[in-house]
């Protein structure tokens, strides 16, 4: 046992700098896969068949395959189109292709939660800001949006908590996130088991971090709603 702790410590600075890529590697797939939902969202709802078919398709494509696939094809599909326009082979940055992967990924389902939330806010209320005086865009940022960001809230956090238990699957192409990491040390040490139980001991840190935030959030969103 002491071993093991002796082994932990000599390795717990690169499972701290895992843990530190992890970060980043979530945090920029978020604000990405939110730029991406909202775009899929947006194609949802137009009126224009062929744009809310391509909104659809993207959600059921991206839904449909396993995430690791994702990953698979924005590496290597991207390390191909580089090398058909530059005319030898190219690289992909394991980070940004995990960014990519994962974004395209969270969006779809980000493109759902935006779009039920939205739908949810009754009709009614679109009418009775028309009728106040409102313009569209007005009724939508004023009256619609914001019981819609009520709405989406809880499952969008949920998601978003989902996202940082996700990025340990671009470990595969080599990005040096926490998975990656704990691989090497453990590795390194034969103490897979010691190594791989300290890497879930910081993954439940940050989910759990990821959570309360969450919560901290809903309570604050909550109090709007008290009369």
Not at 35 to 52: A, I, K, N
Not at 57 to 77: E, H, K, Q, S, T
Not at 148 to 177: D, H, Y
Request: hydrophobic share 55%; net charge positive; glycine share 10%.
């Amino acid at each position: 046992m002491i071993e093991e702790m002796s082994m932990l410590q000599g390795f717990g600075g690169q499972l701290l700098l895992g843990a530190l890529s992890t970060i980043e590697l979530a945090a920029a797939a978020l604000l990405v896969g939110s730029v991406f939902g909202l775009v899929g969202c947006w194609l949802q709802l137009r009126r224009h068949r062929v744009l809310r078919s391509l909104g659809y398709l993207y959600a059921a494509i991206i839904r449909g395959v396993p995430d690791l696939l994702v990953v698979f094809a924005v590496y290597f599909g991207g390390s191909l189109t580089l090398a058909l326009i530059t005319g030898e082979y190219v690289e992909v940055n394991a980070f940004a292709a995990g960014v990519f992967a994962l974004a395209v990924s969270f969006g779809a389902y980000a493109a759902e939660i935006a779009r039920g939330a939205l739908l949810a806010v009754p009709q009614g209320q679109r009418e009775a800001a028309r009728t106040l005086g409102l313009s569209s865009i007005q009724a939508l940022w004023t009256v619609v949006i914001p019981q819609a960001a009520r709405t989406a809230l809880a499952p969008f956090g949920n998601q978003s908590i989902v996202l940082i238990k996700q990025t340990s699957i671009v470990s595969i192409v080599g990005c040096e996130e926490l998975m990656r990491k704990a691989a090497e040390a453990s590795g390194a040490t034969r103490q897979p088991f010691t190594m791989y139980l300290a890497a879930a001991c910081i993954y439940l840190a940050l989910t759990g971090i990821a959570t309360l935030l969450l919560e901290a959030a809903e309570r604050r969103s909550a109090r709007h709603l008290i009369a």
